[in-house]
């Protein structure tokens, strides 16, 4: 019976044909080279490369102390987005995967405690704190005396949408 594609009919001989060649591996005079003493080739690559590459302490259990205010979160996020080429989605994304209406709720809020219970205030506050480290910038007077006035850091609440019951007795 005649085949009645043209892949059906392969012949042995071009499948011998295209067998794959077996390339000799490289060889390196980089592996006898001896690493130089210069403090500042293992300064380099002690470094980490990437924002992702920077551990936090409390970052496993998700407990890093944040120490900017919602409003600070959002100012650093506005200019983060003058940026050239800069897409939101991707960057909520990379800091944990925030929903958009997450994000956009959390934008639309005005003060400094609003929006301290959105997942994006935690999740941005630490893509900024490791950013921060990575280019070795210092802290602000603003950080500082946050930490001195909170050191547990601001509560991931908001706190004007809390009941007070007033009672007697």
Not at 8 to 24: G, Q, R
Not at 76 to 90: A, D, M, Q, S
Not at 113 to 141: C, H, M, P, Q, W
Request: some cysteine.
């Amino acid at each position: 019976m005649a085949p009645k594609r043209k892949s059906d009919a392969i012949d042995v001989e071009v499948l011998e044909e295209k067998a794959p060649v077996h390339k000799k591996a490289r060889s390196s005079d980089a592996s006898a080279v001896a690493p130089s003493s210069n403090s500042q080739d293992t300064e380099d690559t002690a470094k980490p490369k990437s924002w992702k590459d920077i551990k936090l302490e409390g970052e496993d259990e998700e407990c890093v102390p944040v120490y900017d205010d919602c409003a600070e979160v959002r100012r650093k996020i506005n200019l983060l987005l003058k940026t050239p080429g800069f897409k939101i989605t991707h960057w909520l994304k990379e800091i944990g995967d925030i929903n958009s209406n997450s994000y956009r709720r959390f934008m639309k809020e005005k003060g400094k405690t609003d929006g301290a219970s959105n997942g994006t205030y935690y999740a941005a506050y630490v893509y900024f704190e490791k950013v921060r480290i990575l280019e070795g910038k210092k802290k602000t007077a603003k950080r500082i005396s946050n930490e001195e006035s909170m050191p547990n850091g601001f509560p991931l609440e908001n706190r004007r949408r809390a009941w007070v019951f007033v009672g007697r007795r």
